[in-house]
């Protein structure tokens, strides 16, 4: 195989997974969406965390939240909190790099508030420990994961909601989180502005 072969291959493979992932994920992002907006309405936030491409999508997310996704409409509230590279790097300095989150979650997260953490293996110790310190602020959460979901799935309750992208290349299931976070964005605009 050449590489203009293989590189097709990898639009082949990317176009089919995401094909199958309307029919699987369309519930959970619709109650995905619900979730953060009563969040909103309620005057309450969205963090957001990941680490690598996952920490780049949930920085691309709060700023979708915060500007505006495809309308026009006024700032939503929206955390990402792997982003403040000066916080990240003084907790982490300081040996508990597992709690570059869950400090932040402590810290800034509410009664009523949402986390949105984004692991492609769902095992990440600092993801997990996010979690867990949103569990105890009585935050919900909205988990998304790759391959099998990980440790991450035994954390969830019956309030948070699994969005799940069952395949085990990083590149796939992060190429997926793009689509999926432009529908969760689609779906908070058009129930918040009334569109059909």
Known sequence: MDITERIAGHFTESANLKLQLGDLLARPIVAAAEMIVQAQLNEKKVLACGNGGSAASA?????RMLNQFEMERPGLAAVAIS?????????ANHGHFDHIFSKQVT??????DVLLAISTSGNSRNILRAIEAAKDRNMTVIALSGGDGGELVELLTDEDIHIGVPHDNASR??????????CLCDAIDCTLLGVN
């Open 173 to 182: 299931v992060q190429e997926a989180y793009i689509l999926i976070l432009h």
């Open 83 to 91: 982003a403040d590279n000066s916080t990240l790097t003084a907790i």
């Open 59 to 63: 920085q691309y997310f709060a700023s």
């Open 107 to 112: 810290a800034l997260g509410h009664t009523g």
